[in-house]
Every structure is written in C-alpha cells, then in structure tokens.
C-alpha cells in the first residue's frame, strides 16, 4: 500500500533533528533505519504528520573504543556493526545477535539504536543492551542524559525517552579476557522474528562459572534479565548438570505472552531450554 | 501535498524528479522512470523481490523512500547487462542453471546474489542459503538458485564449473 501522505525533513545535525521533534509536536516520528517503520507506514498503522529522517546526521555514525567501554552511534547500521572489528573484539555477543537480525538487505538499512528506540519485545537486541549492562545516550531540548539499559525498556514498544528525545548512542562494557559469549534465538522461519531468544555471557576461571549475564528476548513486554539464573550460576562448576539446574529457572519473574506462534507455556519451556544451550555454549562447556 | 526536487542515479543514467514523500523507491522506479524490471510481491518487507543495490548494497526498495535515494546511485536488474549479449556473470548463471521457474523473484534474487558475491567471493551452500534469506521463491525452486549463485562465483572467479552444475539433471 502507500504511505499516508507525510512531511519530510532530514537533519544533518542533532540539534536539528531536536528542534524538528520539537517543532512536530506530538505528531512526528523519527526514522532512523526505516525498517520497521516504513512497513508500518504502508500498512498505515501509523499516521505521523512529518517523518524526520536521521539517517544522514553524521554525529549519529560509527563505532569508537573508548577505554573500557565502545561506543555506537544510534545511527550505525546493522551491517557496520555487526562487521565493525570494534564491536567484533570488545562485544562479540552483539555482533553475533545483529547477525541474527532480519536479512542482509534490511541490515544494510536498520540501525541498532533504532531497533532500541523501537523496543519490539521481540527484537534481539534490546536483550543484548540489558545482558551487557548498555548505557543509552538520549538528547532532547534540555540537553542529554545517560539512561541504563535496566531503565529504558519498560513496556511494549515504550522506553523510558521523552517524546521530544532522540537516542544518540549506546555504551557496551568491553567483555574482557575469559568472558564467552552466545545468542540463541528459535525462530520459526530464517529470516523471523524470536520466538524466545537467549542473550549469554559466561564468565569461567579454572572449572568454574564465576559470573553470567542472561537476557531473554520476547519473555515479557520488554526485555528481562534472568536474574534467579544468573544467581545459581554464580560460582557453580562449569558442568552440563549445574547449567542445566540453574537454567530451570530461566522462566521465574518472566511474563510470557500467547500469541499466534506460541502459547505462553511453551514460552516458558523454550526459555529454559535455551537458556541452557546458551550457557553451555557461551561457557565453551 | 509538497513535493521534494531529488536526483539519483538509476542505471548509469541521472534523473530529476520531483516526488511526494511518501514515495516508495520502489514505485517512483516502475512509476516515473519506467524501470519495471523492479517488481513488487509482498507488502511486508519479507519476500525481497523489489531488491535494489543503493550505492552497491542490497535494499528493499518498498523499504525506503524515494526522497532517500536523493544524491544515491541505484542499480536494478535492468542496469546490469552491458548491452543485449553481455550479461552480467549472475544473471548468465541463472540462465545456465535455470535458477527460476515463474521468474516474478529473479530480479530481486540476482541483486541480492550480486550483494552476496562481492561480501563473500567464495559462499558455502549455507552461507548462500543464509545470505539469499531475505528472498522468497513462491515455486520454491531454491535448489538451483543455489547452484546459480555457486556457479556465479566460479565464473568471476575464473574457475572451472563442477560437474554437478553443467549438465544433466539438476
């Protein structure tokens, strides 16, 4: 179908794009990649009074080491993510998640701040942003603020930004030397959406799991930590029973929803499954 | 409704337009330019028949608007052969290996066949599979779109072709 009719901007500086935000009121959308949003356009599912298109603000590009940590621009597609040797060294769990992420053709297009800003409870990275602790730059007309990952997701398709915020970058931890790492997603056709998906960082030293980061994809309106998982993992022996006891409870404090691919029970099930593969994986166990 | 002034390069050749904003890349190609070798099968972004490459990289062109490709270069299926009898390696490989049935996917197929070989040279079977995931065969005749796409990557790579992709039955 065709879009309804629309204005159009396109900013080259942040500011710019702030001030359009501003100037649209509470009728202009922000595209970023346009991959989720021009599909919604079409269908007209939604119906903004001007599009504010981001993808050549340069301050919005681009990955940067910045000691401890790298930086990402809100603007940074898929494809230069995901084959940044930045983010392949420091946050190879982010890159092997954006791999996962819809087709080649959509990830030379998508952003990884706009699949957060977007928040999708099924989209792969917004667990990967809160299994690794990320930290969301967003700026608005009274200036930015740094917002945790922990703090943005909070419902569906909602984030704890402004309407009159843009997310400008994302911060990751390095992972540092004996952290492994894997997202496991089950999908039901190649390029689909995360039934369940697994976002894991294990930590060993000597034969034990000394630290882990889990995040679920699609376990409840947001993005969840699997904390009670974390918590037995926590100092127990790197062994296929000890990862498959903690993962036992990788569905506690979840809020899993039925819908046409799956029941919510069945939810519950895959979590723990792939909970366990994941570990597993991620501890090279 | 305000028009916007844009200029992109479709196929070599530069054209300026004036176009609505919510023109799609897709129907301001078939549309205004007549390039209608860039078909549209779905509305959902899955199916990847509209695949164009903007500035060498695979899109889909239901998938952005025609004022983004302003200042862009477009290349569709009708941008590829130099002249009748000098097509271009990927689309002389689904002829020889008969990589389509009703054809409506090809155009979308051969681009992003093109993406993939300048990305990975040399494609395992699965790594073509994977990487043509965005392009959906409603024949589903995938089998010898995969031996296209390997048969492709010997010809520009100046190999000679197995045994299993000339000839017999395939």
């Not at chain 1, 681009?62 to 040797?85: E, L």
């Not at chain 1, 792969?124 to 917002?147: E, F, K, Q, W, Y």
């Not at chain 2, 479709?10 to 300026?16: E, S």
Request: proline fraction near 5%; aromatic fraction near 4%; hydrophobic fraction near 40%.
């Amino acid at each position: 179908m065709i879009p309804i009719a629309f204005d159009y901007v396109r900013p080259t500086t942040i500011p710019e794009a702030v001030a359009a935000l501003v100037a649209s009121g509470e009728d202009g959308k922000i595209l970023a990649g346009g991959q989720s949003l021009m599909p919604v356009l079409r269908l007209r599912m939604a119906a903004p009074s001007v599009v504010i298109d981001c993808s050549e603000i340069a301050d919005l590009q681009g990955v940067r080491d910045d000691g401890n940590s790298i930086v990402i621009g809100a603007g940074t597609t898929h494809h230069d993510v995901m084959n940044s040797p930045i983010v392949k060294e420091h946050s190879p769990l982010l890159a092997m998640a954006t791999a996962t992420v819809a087709d080649p053709a959509i990830r030379h297009r998508g952003t990884l701040g706009g699949a957060l800003a977007h928040a999708d409870p099924a989209g792969d990275l917004p667990a990967v942003a809160l299994a690794l602790d990320g930290v969301l730059s967003v700026t608005g007309p009274n200036g930015s603020r740094d917002i945790a990952a922990a703090d943005f997701f909070t419902d569906y398709f909602t984030t704890s930004m402004a309407e009159d915020e843009i997310l400008v970058s994302v911060t990751l931890p390095k992972l540092g030397a004996g952290w492994g790492y894997h997202y496991e997603k089950f999908q039901r056709t190649a390029q689909g959406w995360a039934i369940v998906g697994v976002a894991a960082a294990v930590h060993r030293s000597n034969g034990n799991i000394t630290a882990a980061r889990i995040g679920l994809t699609n376990m409840a309106p947001s993005p969840v930590r699997a904390s009670s998982v974390e918590t037995a993992l926590s100092g127990a022996d790197a062994t296929v029973k000890a990862v498959g006891d903690a993962a036992a409870s990788a569905a506690d404090g979840t809020r899993a929803t039925s819908d046409l691919h799956a029941a919510a029970d069945y939810r519950e099930h895959l979590a723990r499954v792939i909970t366990k593969r994941a570990v597993l994986t991620a501890g090279g166990i | 409704m305000s028009q916007i002034p844009i200029s992109v390069t479709v196929d070599g050749l530069t054209y300026d337009d004036e176009v609505e904003p919510r023109t799609l890349l897709v129907h301001w190609l078939r549309e205004s330019i007549g390039r209608v070798g860039t078909v549209v099968g779905c509305d959902t972004s899955s199916c990847g028949a509209c695949t164009v490459l903007m500035d060498g990289q695979s899109v889909k062109s239901c998938s952005v608007l025609a004022v983004q490709a302003n200042g862009h270069t477009v290349t569709t299926i009708q941008g590829l052969a130099e002249g009748e009898d000098n097509w271009h390696p990927v689309q002389a490989a689904f002829k020889e290996c008969h990589g389509l049935q009703c054809g409506y996917c090809t155009p979308g197929m051969v681009l992003a066949s093109i993406d993939l070989l300048q990305n990975n040279p040399d494609p395992s079977e699965q790594e073509i599979r994977e990487g043509l995931e965005g392009n959906l065969c409603r024949c589903t005749g995938y089998h010898n779109i995969v031996k296209s796409v390997q048969y492709a990557a010997n010809t520009m790579a100046g190999k000679d072709q197995p045994a299993e992709l000339t000839g017999g039955a395939r």
